[in-house]
Every structure is written in structure tokens, then in C-alpha cells.
């Protein structure tokens, strides 16, 4: 009898279940409530992300350093994580109110505390998603710190080294001053160590460099490989640890509900909760200038034409003209909400029946003989999104009983990956997938291709994945769903997640109308399709004004 002809599972495929083993093993981990990420625990986690291979981290799987992803993950994450032993991670616990400095990730807002030379504490207070985010940066930091382990050790004993690792370890622990001669020494056995170029290295090191530490990229690395080598010859495992309170918190929107709620208390107090209200999930700037700069600058507006005003004020020395517009702004409606809940989400509270319709560009036209009120929230991470948008969405209980809010619309605008344009497009979404299960969720946007036209950027519309996390995607998955009938045009980690909230309040709980209208517009700030063009590859800077302007404009426009 002939056997059947087994098919070979494509890369995609393997890419799928790479994922799905993460998935499992993370929530596996944080349920066993510790494990050793160089372990027989951690196990799982380092052969899935090796085979995953995702684009990010580039070289990970070969036996030179990844350099991109370092500073992409380094930037994410507390500085001097790589010299403890032990991580634990926390919910919000108190440590604000202790003596211990709070050390937050250029790009990541999380609260970090270095409890003593060898543990550090970081606060998870935005859902699994965080937790996610966390460990596959963990994983990809440890096996890069075995790779340096690897080429510095010269028999496996741990008592003899290459010279080049000697030099290293003589310079950071004596915390040396280096000339440009001596720099580039130890630059070339960096090269050494690392199997990377002099160029590269240089590179690297420049742009980890800061004034109270110019060697920070010394230090990391030989602080990445002593870990390691301490792991494998003294048999002092790095672990990572998942407090009680976390384990009990996470997933009962512990944060998420005390975020909305002051929401809620301040636009009772302001006589606003009884108003048609509009949420727009987006930054902290581009609102508020779309609606307020011109008038709040006027000079400036009279010079600078178009976006030009908007691009000014993106400059990181406009600082007295960014508080000029939010000064104005404060006078015409605006109140700002710094978040205290945990939840790193600021908000923003418009009375539009403050704004002089007189002098801006926008005319009453949707919102004729009513006072909507804008409510515009900082961006969430991943399933948080549906914990802070299902918690907004619910009723306001008082002594008097519940105050159900009037939301007519709910706008999402956000950064996304796309498969096919490059950084600045746009996308128009038709529907969410959400990536690692059958979920789908197809709805109206009212949106269209044709209202973000004419800007100069490209306008793609189409399905968008909400993935687990955009530092797990890789090539090969991301073709497939752009070439399949999926026809996938981007991908993001929040879409899926706010829908769920908005169609279960709409349509099952009856929380708010089921009329409720869904506006949903991205601008990519990668393509990981394209090699040299994913997030490790750097920020948008100036050109990501355009697009982020641009969509902020429609979806005011149809608000008022």
C-alpha cells in the first residue's frame, strides 16, 4: 500500500505555529507564576522565537550579534536590566511611595524600579499584552547574551577568555575614560566579539552614547555576556518572577475601570456627561493642534501654510509654541486628564460649545444645534484597548443610578505595519483579524479611501490583522496574508481589540446606540515586508506629519 504524499509545511505555516507555541507558553509561564528564560522552562519560548525568526530581530538565529534589534529592545526596556539576575514583574504595588527611583524606557511608558544590583522590578499595568511585549524581548536579549558567551569563552571552562573580552572587562568595570585612539580599539574587539563590522560597532556605539555614560554600549554588552557566562559556569540562572497581586489582577480590568471612571466624574462635574460625545483614540497633540493652533499662533499660521504649522510645532524645540496652543486651548474647552489609574493613558475632554466656530477652518455641518464633546485618549497597548474602551463605553453608576453616555462615534487612528507602500501611507481598514485565533470583525468605516486622497501619501483600504505583538512578525506569515484572499494590508496590535468592546456595548449590552459609527484610519510607521524599512530601522520623524494630520483632519470633519 503507497504511502500518501506528506505535503512539506510552508514557512508560513511553521511561522503560525511558532506563534501559537508562544502564545500558550507565555500564559503558561505567568499562570506557573516564575520560570528561568535560559532553562528547561524557558525552553519553549527560545526554540519558537529562533524559528520564528521575526524581523525585528533580525539576525537572532545566526551566531553574530543583532544589532538593530538590541537598540530596538534596549529602547524598551529599563537601563540596567542587563546586569540583573533577577526580573521580577509587578503590578502596580506601591513602589511610587518607596525611596526607589522610577527609571520608565525611552519608548515604553512603565514604571521601572532597580530594587539592587541584581534585581530589577517592572509594573505591568496594561494587560497581557505588556506581558508579551516583555518576555519576547527578554527571550531575544538572553540568547544574544549567549551568543557573546560563545565567542569570548575559549574552552568552556570559564577561567580562560579571548584577550578582546579581558580589554572589554578591564574598561567597564574600571570605568575607564577612553581616547579616540583607545575607542577605537575597543571598538575593533568589539567587532571581534560581536562578528560585526568596525563601521557597525561605531555606529551602535554613537548612538547609545549619552553624556553621564558614553561607554552605555560597553557596558551592555559585557554586562550581556558576564550574565551569561555566570548563568552557564557558576549555575547562576537568570530568572523572571510574576507577583501574586499581577497573577490576581490581570485580566479583571483592575486599572482600566478606575481610568474610565475619572473620565466619567470629570465630565459630570463639568456638566458634559449628558452631551453627544465623540472618542478618538490618538496622541496628545494632533487633535488639539488641528483644532487649536492656528488661533492660538496666529502669526504663525499666517507664515507657515497647511501642515507647515503642524510640522513646527513636531519639532522637539517648540516647546514655547506647544505651550502657548495648550494654554489656548485651556481656555476654549480642553481639559486635560494626566492619568493616575496606571493605565499610562492620558486624556483629553473637548467642549466643543467653547470652540469659535468663527475663526477655524471646520464648520457645523454633522453638528448642528448640538454641543458635542470630544474625548480623546492616548494610544493603549494591545488588549488593552479593549479593557479601557469596554470600561469607558459601560454606564456611570451614581447615587442617582446610571448615567448611560451618548456616544455617537468612536475614531481609532493609530500607527500600523504595512505590506505594501512604505513609511507615511495610509490605511483604511474594512475589517480586523485577530491573529492566532478564528476571530474576525468586519464593519462600517466611515472612512474611505477617497477622504484621505490628494495629501500626497498613498491610500491602501483593505483587512488588517491585530497581532499578538509586532515584534513577533516575520516575513514569511506576513506574505501570506497579503497574498491570500485575506488580502491583508497592514497589521497593528489594537484594532481587534476596540472592536470587540464597541460591537459587545453596541450591539449585545446595549451599553451605548447601536448606531454608534466606527471611524478606523492608520499611517505606517514601517513595512516589514521591505529589509531596512522595519520599526528597528528607526522612527518616522517629520514624515509621519502628513498622514497623522491628514486623518485628524477627516475625522473632525464628520464630527462637526
Not at 29 to 55: C, D, V
Not at 104 to 118: A, E, G, L, M, S
Not at 301 to 315: I, P, Q, R, T, V
Request: aromatic residues 10%.
Amino acid at each position: 500500500m503507497s504511502k500518501p504524499n506528506q505535503k512539506e509545511r510552508t514557512r508560513a505555516q511553521e511561522s503560525t505555529n511558532a506563534i501559537e507555541k508562544l502564545y500558550i507558553s507565555m500564559r503558561h509561564l505567568f499562570s506557573r507564576g516564575f520560570y528561568k528564560p535560559m532553562g528547561i522552562s524557558g525552553e519553549t519560548l527560545r526554540k519558537s522565537l529562533l524559528a520564528l525568526r521575526p524581523e525585528i530581530y533580525g539576525s537572532i538565529a545566526e551566531e553574530k550579534t543583532e544589532l538593530n534589534g538590541l537598540i530596538y529592545v534596549i529602547e524598551r526596556l529599563p537601563e540596567g536590566i542587563e546586569e540583573c539576575q533577577f526580573i521580577n514583574l509587578t503590578a502596580d504595588e506601591g513602589y511610587r511611595n518607596s525611596h526607589f527611583k522610577a527609571i520608565v524606557p525611552p519608548k515604553r511608558r512603565r514604571n521601572c524600579y532597580r530594587i539592587d544590583k541584581d534585581q530589577m522590578n517592572i509594573e505591568i499595568t496594561r494587560g497581557r499584552s505588556e506581558i508579551y511585549d516583555i518576555l519576547t524581548h527578554l527571550t531575544f536579549l538572553f540568547i544574544e547574551s549567549h551568543k557573546i558567551k560563545d565567542r569570548v569563552t575559549i574552552d568552556g571552562s570559564g577561567e580562560k577568555f579571548i584577550r578582546e573580552w579581558i580589554h572589554l572587562e578591564e574598561v567597564v568595570l574600571y570605568n575607564k575614560t577612553l581616547t579616540d585612539e583607545e575607542k577605537d580599539v575597543i571598538i575593533v574587539h568589539l567587532g571581534n566579539i560581536l562578528g560585526r563590522t568596525y563601521d557597525e560597532v561605531y555606529d551602535v556605539c554613537n548612538s547609545f552614547a549619552t553624556d553621564e555614560n558614553p561607554n552605555r554600549f560597553l557596558h551592555l554588552i559585557y554586562w550581556l555576556g558576564k550574565l551569561a557566562i555566570n548563568e552557564v559556569i557558576l549555575d547562576q540562572k537568570r530568572s523572571i518572577k510574576f507577583s501574586s497581586v499581577l497573577i490576581e489582577e490581570i485580566g479583571h480590568h483592575f486599572y482600566g475601570e478606575i481610568w474610565a471612571n475619572n473620565i466619567k466624574k470629570t465630565l459630570l462635574e463639568n456638566d458634559l456627561i449628558n452631551r453627544p460625545i465623540h472618542i478618538i483614540s490618538a496622541n496628545m497633540h494632533s487633535v488639539m493642534n488641528t483644532i487649536y493652533a492656528k488661533n492660538a499662533l496666529p502669526t504663525k499660521a499666517k507664515e507657515y501654510k497647511g501642515f507647515e504649522l503642524f510640522e513646527l510645532l513636531s519639532n522637539s524645540d517648540s516647546g514655547a509654541l506647544q505651550t502657548k496652543v495648550k494654554q489656548y486651548a485651556s481656555e476654549k474647552g480642553l481639559i486635560y486628564i494626566k492619568d493616575t489609574s496606571g493605565t499610562n493613558i492620558n486624556v483629553q475632554i473637548i467642549d466643543t460649545d467653547k470652540i469659535d466656530f468663527n475663526t477655524i477652518s471646520f464648520k457645523k455641518e454633522n453638528s448642528i444645534n448640538k454641543k458635542p464633546v470630544i474625548i480623546v485618549m492616548d494610544y493603549a497597548f494591545g488588549e488593552q484597548a479593549y479593557e479601557t474602551m469596554d470600561e469607558l463605553l459601560k454606564p456611570y453608576k451614581t447615587r442617582e443610578g446610571k448615567i448611560h453616555l451618548d456616544v455617537e462615534s468612536v475614531s481609532i487612528m493609530g500607527k500600523a505595519g504595512i505590506l505594501e507602500g512604505g513609511k507615511g501611507d495610509i490605511m483604511i481598514p474594512s475589517s480586523h483579524i485577530f491573529e492566532g485565533t478564528a476571530d474576525n470583525y468586519p464593519f462600517e468605516n466611515e472612512l474611505s479611501k477617497d477622504n484621505l486622497e490628494g495629501y500626497g501619501v498613498e491610500v491602501f483600504d483593505g483587512a488588517m490583522v491585530s497581532v499578538l505583538g509586532t515584534s513577533l512578525q516575520n516575513k514569511d506569515l506576513l506574505k501570506f496574508f497579503h497574498d491570500s484572499t485575506w488580502n491583508v494590508i497592514g497589521l497593528e496590535m489594537e484594532g481587534a481589540h476596540y472592536q470587540k468592546a464597541i460591537q459587545s456595548a453596541s450591539k449585545i449590552r446595549g451599553n451605548i446606540s447601536e448606531n454608534v459609527k466606527v471611524r478606523y484610519a492608520y499611517y505606517a510607521s514601517d513595512n516589514p515586508l521591505e529589509t531596512g524599512a522595519t520599526l528597528a530601522s528607526g522612527g518616522l520623524g517629520m514624515s509621519g506629519v502628513t498622514p497623522t494630520y491628514a486623518i485628524t483632519e477627516k475625522i473632525i470633519e464628520q464630527i462637526f
